[in-house]
């Protein structure tokens, strides 16, 4: 712990961005990307450079970040799981395969996938790590709960906006609350001064203890402990268990 202090005093002192001091937490880090016909091919690919810097500026690994990123038009695009890969080298080739396809946007559909495929254990999401969805977009399209279902599954949801045809009050619907919103006037921004405020705030929640969070991780009334950064333990009650105590030990017994 003191090594630590005195390293990320040393950094602060040198002008260097402390950015190693979060980057070693774990964090399923998601990304959607709009790739409707709006956005154009040009500007796709600036948002998957965007995900490329994340990939460069965080530890990747099976106990630090963990990456995934799917494109999003009125369908699901290409993309890849959390489970995809473990190392930096492996995720960028599979960002490179992802290929624009234009098309109209449909946020609910997208949302729901995240809700129900990216952030999925079976899909390789990981039930100890704090978890982030990433939504990129530049245009508009009715949502119903907007990022609520994403937001009490404990998904902190960031959203990025591009230009003037995005809907402000919408945006701020899908992410956590209105401070997750980051607008963006043009896409040379979002690589350069919107870049670093986005991972500045990474690095605040990767590095806030997710017992203070709403909703805290711990399930059936198990008892949530910090154990450094956004790392924690949970005490379940009697009959419980797992990571999160999400396990109930009788819920195989069927009773006849
Ligand atoms: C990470 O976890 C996966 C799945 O459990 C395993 O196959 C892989 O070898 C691990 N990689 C490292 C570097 O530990
Ligand atoms: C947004 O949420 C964060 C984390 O829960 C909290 O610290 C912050 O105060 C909230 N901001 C607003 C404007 O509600
Ligand atoms: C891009 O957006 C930023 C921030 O809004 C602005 O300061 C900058 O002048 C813009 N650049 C161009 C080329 O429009
Ligand atoms: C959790 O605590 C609440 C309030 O004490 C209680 O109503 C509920 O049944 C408890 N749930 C479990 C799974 O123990
Ligand atoms: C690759 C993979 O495991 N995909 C699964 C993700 O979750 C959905 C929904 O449960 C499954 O249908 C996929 O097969």
New binding site residues.
């Given amino acids: 712990m003191y090594a630590r202090m005195t390293i990320v005093y040393v950094l602060l002192l040198s002008g260097i961005q402390a950015i190693e001091v979060c980057s070693d937490q774990p964090a399923d880090i998601g990304f959607l990307i709009d790739e409707s016909g709006s956005v154009g091919a040009t500007n796709f690919n600036i948002n998957l450079d965007f995900v490329k810097t994340i990939v460069n500026d965080f530890e990747i690994?099976?106990s630090s970040v963990k990456i995934s990123t799917f494109a999003f038009h009125q369908f699901i695009g290409d993309g890849f799981y959390f489970?995809c890969c473990?190392?930096k080298a492996s995720i960028v080739s599979n960002i490179n395969s992802i290929i624009f396809k234009g098309g109209t946007e449909d946020f609910a559909m997208a949302l729901a996938f995240a809700r129900n495929n990216m952030f999925q254990t079976k899909n390789g999401s990981r039930d100890f790590s704090l978890k982030i969805l990433m939504f990129f977009t530049d245009g508009n399209s009715p949502i119903q709960d907007g990022g609520g279902l994403l937001h009490n599954l404990g998904v902190i949801v960031y959203v990025v906006g591009f230009g003037n045809g995005v809907d402000r009050n919408q945006l701020n619907k899908i992410a956590t609350n209105e401070s997750y919103v980051f607008m963006m006037s043009n896409y040379s921004y979002s690589v350069g001064q919107g870049y670093n405020d986005i991972k500045s705030q990474i690095c605040i929640d990767v590095l806030t203890n997710q017992c203070d969070r709403n909703p805290q991780p711990c399930r059936n009334n198990g008892t949530c402990v910090g154990t450094g950064g956004s790392k924690y333990t949970c005490l379940c009650q009697i009959g419980y268990t797992d990571h999160n105590c999400q396990t109930g030990l009788l819920s195989s017994i069927s009773i006849k």
């Fill in positions: 690994g099976n489970n473990n190392d």
